[in-house]
T-cell receptor
Framework: GQQLNQSPQSMFIQEGEDVSMNCTSSSIFNTWLWYKQDPGEGPVLLIA?????ELTSNGRLTAQFGITRKDSFLNISASIPSDVGIYFCAGMYSGGGADGLTFGKGTHLIIQP | DAGVTQSPTHLIKTRGQQVTLRCSPKSGHDTVSWYQQALGQGPQFIFQYYEEEERQRGNFPDRFSGHQFPNYSSELNVNALLLGDSALYLC???????????FGPGTRLTVT
């Protein structure tokens, strides 16, 4: 099935550093969602974006809906140990109402001691 | 406010068998979507149910079928299990009028 290109695949950072990750698609989307998944758990919704160019924050997290509608970016400021996990982007193109999401393969965030 | 719940948590089946997984949506939600997540991959969309009917389907064979009940809960059925069906099966609920989907903890299916 189709998947989005998410990069980087993994990130090794120090506590306190800022993190940036992105997601690109060959198709346009009208909704972008960012999720975090911990081992043995389901994905947890972090941020939802609905409009090209939109910039939305949730605490230390900031995400942007690319103006081409084919990409999205997630930034985490001043990382802390509980930020460790896998971050997924997900896109949806809907003609009306909620549809199935297309996911990236994830960015694995690891914080080095 | 109860979130999305799924049962069972873990399941082990043999090739060729059939399995049924269950999902209860978040309170107030009317739409249920099912996803398959293989190890090291992102979730793949299987299908979505609204008003007790399949509303949209991903690229999965007919061995995968589902049902939605009047109380909005849902079941995922997989027939003639293959080794490749081993995965984490995730249920997500939403309102049909919105795009935010909330996931349950998943059911880990192992086919031997």
């Amino acid at each position: 099935g189709q998947q989005l290109n998410q990069s980087p695949q993994s990130m090794f950072i120090q506590e306190g550093e800022d993190v940036s990750m992105n997601c690109t698609s060959s198709s346009i989307f009208n909704t972008w969602l960012w999720y975090k998944q911990d081992p043995g758990e389901g994905p947890v919704l972090l941020i939802a974006l609905y409009k090209a160019g939109e910039l939305t924050s949730n605490g230390r997290l900031t995400a942007q809906f690319g103006i081409t509608r084919k990409d999205s970016f997630l930034n985490i400021s001043a990382s802390i140990p509980s930020d460790v996990g896998i971050y997924f982007c997900a896109g949806m193109y809907s003609g009306g109402g909620a549809d199935g999401l297309t996911f990236g393969k994830g960015t694995h965030l690891i914080i080095q001691p | 406010d109860a979130g999305v719940t799924q049962s069972p948590t873990h399941l082990i089946k043999t090739r060729g068998q059939q399995v049924t997984l269950r999902c209860s949506p978040k309170s107030g939600h009317d739409t249920v979507s099912w996803y398959q997540q293989a190890l090291g991959q992102g979730p793949q969309f299987i299908f979505q149910y609204y008003e007790e009917e399949e509303r949209q389907r991903g690229n999965f064979p007919d061995r995968f079928s589902g049902h939605q009940f009047p109380n909005y809960s849902s079941e995922l059925n997989v027939n003639a299990l293959l080794l490749g069906d081993s995965a984490l099966y995730l249920c997500a609920s939403s309102l049909v009028s919105t795009y935010e989907q909330y996931f349950g903890p998943g059911t880990r299916l192992t086919v031997t």
